[in-house]
């Protein structure tokens, strides 16, 4: 097994049993594991110069850790959607209107080699999301153009869905460089099933950088993303500054989508046909010191309906607190 694997799995055993902070042989500093973890994390495609189809999110996240091996999350946040054209009414061809606003539980088991995290979202979708109430208020802060079809939105509805996302380290990719700088690598799969979406994905996703901090592999507003990883890094000194660039790709299978094909339980006629294969990429850079992250990054997302013009370019920002 190796002299550094044995000592990884002694940490964590130390850590499971209460002892914090630990010090792990060889290492250079103590890691400090703590207890509450939330983020902010926004997504918009102001970025692009465009604000249409998947216009922007936001997602408020809190994560407790009673023990380094699970944790519980709760989560909010909204989206919201809108057609490339601005005017009254639905545009034929062009992404509906579209709000939704959840309220999420989740559980998380973490571990050095696989983690999982599944969480419960309980939504509503129509004028109960507030998106056009939101983006609107936005707007009129920034002195923007508005979208003026609110009015006809997809119908409001009560949405029940279940997520699952599986986080499997690849220790092939880990390779320790010149003057401190590492490598790191994992791939993630994510299922998610219920009235607002069905869809499933896998990605792999890498970084370079100094310290790697055990923060998301991946940052997106997705349910089960949280501003911890369900894999452990024992040796993570907390007391250091960390600095890092990630990239990732990834594949998606949509069988529905609220958003596009409209909710369950109102008629809806469509007017734009969803695209099943979807792929995203991600490019970002991360700091982390003393328990806070700073994200900024872009997602690069292929056109969710057919006759959508061009693929879809977003701006990430997200900063977490660690303590």
Excluded at 146 to 156: C, F, M
Excluded at 284 to 308: E, F
Aim: hydrophobic share 35%.
């Amino acid at each position: 097994m190796g002299m550094i694997p044995v000592l990884t799995y002694a940490a964590v055993a130390a850590l499971a049993a209460g002892t914090n902070p630990i010090s792990l042989p060889g290492s250079p500093g103590y890691t400090t594991m703590p207890r509450h973890h939330f983020r902010g994390i926004f997504e918009n495609d102001s970025i692009s110069g465009d604000d249409c189809n998947y216009s922007h999110g936001t997602r408020l996240d809190y994560l407790y850790t009673p023990e380094p091996t699970r944790a519980y999350g709760l989560s909010l946040m909204q989206t919201m959607y809108t057609p490339e054209t601005h005017t009254f009414g639905r545009v034929e061809g062009e992404h509906p209107y579209c709000g939704y606003l959840a309220l999420g539980g989740a559980f998380m088991t973490r571990g050095v080699d696989f983690g999982c995290s599944t969480e419960l979202q309980v939504g509503v979708t129509g004028n109960a999301s507030l998106a056009g109430k939101t983006q609107n208020a936005v707007h009129d802060l920034f002195d923007m153009e508005k979208w003026r079809g609110w009015n006809d939105q997809i119908h409001s509805e009560v949405t029940f869905q279940l997520s699952s996302r599986q986080v499997l380290r690849v220790s092939a990719m880990e390779c320790k460089l010149r003057d401190d700088w590492e490598t790191d690598g994992a791939f993630q799969f994510y299922e998610s099933a219920g009235s607002f979406t069905v869809a499933g994905d896998v990605g792999l996703f890498f970084r370079i950088g100094k310290n790697l901090p055990p923060s998301l592999s991946s940052n997106n507003i997705q349910p089960t993303h949280f501003a911890l990883n369900p894999l452990l890094k024992p040796d993570y000194r907390r007391d250091a500054p960390s600095y890092f660039l990630l990239a990732g790709l990834s594949g998606r299978y949509v069988a529905r989508d609220l958003t596009i094909d409209g909710g369950l339980f109102h008629d809806f006629d469509r007017s734009c046909s969803r695209k099943p294969w979807q792929v995203e990429a991600q490019l970002g850079a991360g700091v982390s010191y003393h328990g806070i992250d700073y994200y900024c990054g872009l997602m690069l997302h292929s056109r969710t309906y057919r006759t959508q013009d061009k693929n879809s370019l977003m701006g990430v920002f997200a900063l977490a607190w660690h303590w």
